[in-house]
Antibody
Framework: EVQLVESGGGLVQPGGSLRLSCEVSGFLVSVNYMSWVRQAPGKGLEWVSIIQSGGSTYYADSVKGRFTISRDESRNTLYLQMNSLRAEDTAVYYC????????????????WGQGTLVTVSS | DIQMTQSPSSLSASVGDRVTITCRASQGISNSLAWYQQKPGKAPKLLLYAASRLRSGVPSRFSGSGSGTDYTLTISSLQPEDFATYYCQQSYRNFWTFGQGTKVEFK
């Protein structure tokens, strides 16, 4: 069964750090494009970061230099290290897979995890 | 960065209505567009990808069209379970962008 389970969210003070984890079952993180997407309370979806199967990483301008995406092949787990957190980083964070076919065409984002809430507040 | 302008931000409709949501990209995105449905407290669900391809298991009342910068999601006959928020998403190049969302409410 394909499943993504996020963990690591919680309450953190401004300027603090947090590491989110996304344990994946049913497919290999290492051969897929994996992303983090966040959603502030009552707001829309915002893409945060992606790690490609080859290891290249990309970030939204809003988190560049503060967040780091990575993966652990032995644990089949995706991570998001978040440093220098700000109040505006408060959101539910989802991990998700970018589906690609055999010709490397993008076939949407699916599946998604259930999300983990990060609250940045003093 | 590519900006996605989605409209309307909300709409009221009745069961059986035909509903249309549009997304405009700030530059051409070569059909690298997907549509998602999200219900409160849940993760988004993929409906369509590559602008018009229906994800397996999604009802055929959902359809997508468009090219270049302009794309449309159509629900041909709104069902009770379709009341939700819908997002478009572009994945052209390596950076994703989502539309602002359209909340479909019961009239």
């Amino acid at each position: 069964e394909v499943q993504l389970v996020e963990s690591g969210g919680g309450l953190v003070q401004p300027g603090g750090s947090l590491r989110l984890s996304c344990e994946v079952s049913g497919f290999l993180v290492s051969v897929n494009y994996m992303s983090w997407v966040r959603q502030a309370p009552g707001k829309g979806l915002e893409w945060v970061s992606i790690i490609q199967s080859g290891g290249s990483t990309y970030y939204a301008d809003s988190v560049k230099g503060r967040f780091t995406i990575s993966r652990d092949e032995s644990r089949n787990t995706l991570y998001l290290q978040m440093n220098s957190l700000r109040a505006e980083d408060t959101a539910v964070y989802y991990c998700a897979r970018e589906r690609r076919d055999n010709y490397d065409n993008i076939n949407g984002v699916d599946p998604w995890g259930q999300g983990t809430l990060v609250t940045v507040s003093s | 960065d590519i900006q996605m302008t989605q409209s309307p931000s909300s709409l009221s409709a009745s069961v059986g209505d035909r509903v249309t949501i549009t997304c405009r990209a700030s530059q051409g995105i070569s059909n690298s567009l997907a549509w998602y449905q999200q219900k409160p407290g849940k993760a988004p669900k993929l409906l369509l990808y590559a602008a018009s391809r229906l994800r397996s298991g999604v009802p055929s009342r959902f359809s997508g069209s468009g090219s270049g910068t302009d794309y449309t999601l159509t629900i041909s006959s709104l069902q009770p379970e379709d009341f939700a928020t819908y997002y478009c998403q572009q994945s052209y190049r390596n950076f994703w962008t989502f539309g602002q969302g359209t909340k479909v409410e019961f009239k």
